[in-house]
Nanobody
Framework: QVQLVESGGGLVQAGGSLRLSCVASGRAFSTYAMGWFRQAPGKEREFVAAVTWNGGSTSYADSDKGRFTISRDNAKNTVYLQMNSLKPEDTAVYYC???????????????????WGQGTQVTVSS
């Protein structure tokens, strides 16, 4: 069983930045593809970004390209989401998720991911 713990959320003004972190338990972190999702009140959980097990490839939602950067440090069992130029519509609970091998085929599919954190709140004020 893998446990994922997110941190780094908070309240920020529009145009500001936040860096989210997600720490995973266990020794298999370096084999997981990792993703970030978010869920706003009354809306479905939506894909934000993902990274392959070795950090060699990344994927982003169209709305986040150029503003968000996903990265990982396998030595620290941690995946990051750097968020710049934040907008009020980015307000949501942000979740990290792990996809263990064999990997799914589509980054943005919730059911692809086997493990989820409990989320961290990001609030962007206008």
């Amino acid at each position: 069983q893998v446990q994922l713990v997110e941190s780094g959320g908070g309240l920020v003004q529009a145009g500001g930045s936040l860096r989210l972190s997600c720490v995973a338990s266990g020794r298999a972190f370096s084999t997981y593809a990792m993703g970030w999702f978010r869920q706003a009140p009354g809306k479905e959980r939506e894909f934000v970004a993902a990274v392959t097990w070795n950090g060699g490839s990344t994927s982003y939602a169209d709305s986040d390209k150029g503003r968000f950067t996903i990265s990982r440090d396998n030595a620290k069992n941690t995946v990051y989401l750097q968020m710049n130029s934040l907008k009020p519509e980015d307000t949501a609970v942000y979740y990290c998720a792990a996809d263990s091998p064999p990997y799914g085929s589509s980054w943005n599919i919730v059911r692809r991911y086997d493990y989820w954190g409990q989320g961290t709140q990001v609030t962007v004020s206008s």
